[in-house]
């Protein structure tokens, strides 16, 4: 079946340091992948996301590119702040030629960064 | 903005109670979700359902049941309440296999 291997935390940084999560995934058909941000106290919330290879999601300075050759869908930022401390999960969702996808989920990286 | 509500932030059962946990999305998205999610083991799907009254089951549906009476309420049921079901509960919501919403989750302790 479907799964995602995620680096394991937890990561601890110094702001504007630079930052890589590693995801790695198996799929059987072309998944969409996703990389979700939970912060203290909150559900979920969609960071980024890419529907097929080569395609790059990018949002609040993070980006993660889909690799296809590689099956990965690493998370960077160049800088990272204070406020970017939380729990990230990478996933995917597999339709397997349903109109419906389940998203397997990573088992999460938590991210502290100090002053 | 999709918005999913789960009807309990913090929830205290005891051992053998039924539990129910509800979810409702307002944007009559098809597809909603039950997930549990434990610390080092991420997100687990417990079951789904892609129609009113259509369910199947997830990763880890052993000791829950669902109900889908209407389009937008999804209840998670917990027959007979366990210690090892104390956790966090998140419902979801999706229209397409790339776009999903959370709600806040229901954290759940079985005493």
């Known amino acids: 079946g479907d799964s995602v291997t995620q680096m394991e935390g937890p990561v601890t940084l110094s702001e504007e340091a630079f930052l890589t999560i590693n995801c790695t995934y198996t799929?059987?058909?072309?998944?969409?992948l996703f990389w979700y941000v939970q912060y203290p106290g909150e559900g979920l919330q969609l960071l980024l996301k890419?529907?097929?290879?080569?395609d790059k999601g990018s949002n609040k300075g993070f980006e993660a590119t889909y690799r296809k050759e590689t099956t990965s869908f690493h998370l960077e930022k160049g800088s990272v702040q204070v406020s970017d401390s939380a729990v990230y999960f990478c996933?995917?969702?597999?339709?397997?030629?349903?109109?419906?996808?389940?998203?397997?989920f990573g088992q999460g990286t938590i991210l502290t960064v100090h002053p | 903005d999709v918005k999913v509500t789960q009807s309990s932030r913090y929830l205290v059962k005891r051992t053998g109670e039924k539990v129910f946990l509800e979810c409702v999305q307002d944007?009559?998205?098809?597809?909603m979700f039950w997930y549990r999610q434990d610390p080092g083991l991420g997100l687990r799907l417990i079951y789904f359902?892609?129609?009113?009254?259509?369910?199947e089951k997830g990763d880890i549906p052993e000791g829950y049941s669902v109900s889908r009476e209407k389009k937008e309420r999804f209840s998670l049921i917990l027959e007979s309440a366990s210690t090892n079901q104390t956790s966090m509960y998140l419902c979801?919501?999706?229209?397409?296999?790339?776009?999903?919403?959370f709600g806040s989750g229901t954290r759940l302790t079985v005493v």
């Open positions: 979801a919501s999706s229209f397409t296999t790339s776009s999903y919403t």
């Open positions: 890419a529907t097929k290879a080569d």
């Open positions: 944007m009559d998205h098809e597809n």
């Open positions: 996933a995917l969702s597999d339709a397997g030629g349903t109109s419906y996808g389940k998203l397997t």
């Open positions: 359902s892609y129609d009113v009254k259509m369910k």
């Open positions: 799929a059987t058909g072309y998944p969409s």
